[in-house]
């Protein structure tokens, strides 16, 4: 059973900095942390959950349009961690973050962690 836990979260001022870190465990031999499609969304409290940045096996990543070259997402297949690092934050990226495993038909979640950008 995948399991990711999420942590770095926490409040700073607009156009400050921070790096989102999920672990993951639980993998199999056959179905390796390096199969898994992965996935940082953020949730606002009565919204949808919104995709902010993906990363496929191969390391070809993908934005939303309101953090392009403001977000980087990165993974490392030997210590089982996919990163998102966020620069020049803004009030509108207050939200809870999730970090998503994907293969096939199994989507694994993280239990969220806030991140707040207020002065």
């Known amino acids: 059973q995948v399991q990711l836990v999420e942590s770095g979260g926490g409040s700073v001022p607009p156009g400050g900095a921070l790096r989102l870190s999920c672990a993951a465990s639980g993998f199999t031999f056959s179905l390796p942390f390096g199969a898994y499609v992965l996935r940082w969304y953020r949730q606002t409290p009565g919204k949808e959950r919104d995709l902010v940045a993906g990363i496929t096996p191969s390391g070809y990543s993908t934005y939303a349009d309101s953090v392009k070259g403001r977000f980087t997402i990165s993974r490392d297949n030997v210590k089982n961690t996919v990163t998102l690092q966020m620069s020049s934050l803004k009030p509108e990226d207050t939200a809870v973050y999730y970090c998503?495993?994907?293969?096939?038909?199994?989507?694994?979640w993280g239990q969220g962690i806030q991140v707040t950008v207020s002065s």
């Open positions: 998503n495993a994907y293969f096939s038909s199994s989507s694994s």
